[in-house]
């Protein structure tokens, strides 16, 4: 458990702030700011002292002990701190990832920080997560249709937020113990059957209200993680990140069948394909300066083999690195047999060993982001006029 050193005291006001009349007086409880085993106790305040003196007092302490943030000085702010929360959102419809850092430009105005907290903000001014990012999430904020006081939560039927959450526990980013918020009107509030309630649904333990806040107590476990049978192929297409994330658990050994599929187990003496880690490549994949990188050893070659087909990719930022758009295809899992990188024209072409896997990169590629330019993605010319 990390230590955590706790800010000096803010000084007693001194005699000149106080009103001639005044008589300092003890309360019996001390008001306290709890955050995370934090704990700020504030010195007895003085009788007849003003709103303004208290305001003096703490932002005095605040700047003399260099506990805030930007903006500085903190005298008539409302200061910001150091160490604040780092805001990750899921990627709009999990198309390009899973997480997005959400990266304010310094100096930020109210206005802009508004901006970050809308899908706008989320393309102008955030960051993707990586898969092996290791990130750790504190606490979880999920939106809900209803949600009744024992933590039963029902959301808008499509399955996001109970999917987002199970990606999170696959890739170790929450645990049992990460708190699960959510924040509704009074009249979301309600009682729903237990009987609802599925293996993958999510449940709440705080409820925020405009009145209230609620303490579930609820014992229910969360998911452990992504319940595949619950996975259709549709939603596999949708969601290319699955993928990514299907091919770790499959290789880990885990049960990966899909919605309406019979378990799939490997034909003996049949290769299989082995995920592309960072750092480490294959022996027979070329290096950096060829621009070029491989999905898989046992690539098909030679007599009856299908034919490779080509994916264009297009609208590449100026500023772009070819690291950039082998990282995204990593974290999507469209990883090709060969990338071939044409950055002065901002174009790229893409390698997949037959029609079919060009087909479903193409699709899965759709609407990805480098920067703030989106690419065009499409089958190569010469794959069109077959």
Not at 232 to 237: D, F, G
Request: aromatic letters at 4%; hydrophobic letters at 35%; proline letters at 9%.
């Amino acid at each position: 458990m990390r230590a955590r050193a706790t800010p000096a005291q803010p000084p007693p006001l001194p005699p000149s702030r106080r009103r001639e009349a005044g008589d300092v007086t003890t309360r019996q409880t001390r008001r306290r700011e709890m955050s995370r085993g934090d704990c700020v106790a504030m010195e007895p305040r003085a009788v007849g002292v003003s709103k303004q003196d208290i305001r003096e007092q703490i932002w005095d302490h605040m700047e003399s002990q260099n506990l805030a943030d930007f903006p500085r000085p903190v005298h008539h702010r409302i200061p910001n701190f150091k160490s604040n929360k780092t805001l990750l959102v899921p990627t709009p419809r999990l198309r390009t990832g899973l997480f997005n850092k959400i990266t304010p430009p310094p100096g930020a105005t109210k206005d802009i920080l508004r901006k970050c907290a809308t899908s706008q903000g989320v393309r102008n001014y955030s960051v993707p997560i990586g898969l092996d990012s290791r990130v750790l999430v504190d606490l979880v904020v999920v939106g809900s249709v209803a949600v009744s006081e024992k933590g039963w939560r029902i959301g808008k039927g499509e399955g996001y937020a109970d999917l987002e959450y199970a990606m999170m526990v696959s890739i170790g980013a929450v645990s049992k113990e990460t708190p699960v918020v959510t924040i509704v009107h009074d009249c979301q509030v309600m009682d729903i059957p237990e009987e609802l309630l599925e293996e993958h649904d999510i449940a709440v333990d705080y409820i925020l209200t405009p009145t209230r806040v609620i303490t579930t107590g609820c014992e229910r476990p969360q998911p452990m993680g992504i319940t595949w049978s619950k996975i259709s192929r549709e939603m596999m297409e949708k969601i290319p990140v699955l993928r990514s994330l299907r091919a770790r658990e499959q290789q880990a050994g885990k049960d990966v069948t899909l919605q309406g599929e019979h378990q799939h187990l490997p034909e003996p003496g049949r290769q299989q394909a082995v995920p592309l880690s960072a750092g480490r490549r294959p022996p027979d994949t070329p290096g950096p300066e060829a621009n070029s990188m491989e999905a898989a050893r046992g690539s098909p070659a030679g007599e009856g083999a299908p034919l490779a087909a080509d994916v264009y990719v297009g609208n590449l930022p100026r500023d772009a690195r070819v690291s950039d758009l082998k990282r995204a295809l990593r974290e999507l899992g469209s990883v090709p047999l060969r990338l071939t990188w044409q950055g002065p024209q901002r174009r790229a072409f893409l390698r997949y060993p037959d029609s079919a896997a060009a087909q479903q990169a193409v699709s899965c590629l759709q609407g990805l982001r480098l920067g703030t330019d989106t690419l065009r993605v499409a089958l190569a010319r010469q794959q069109r006029d077959k």
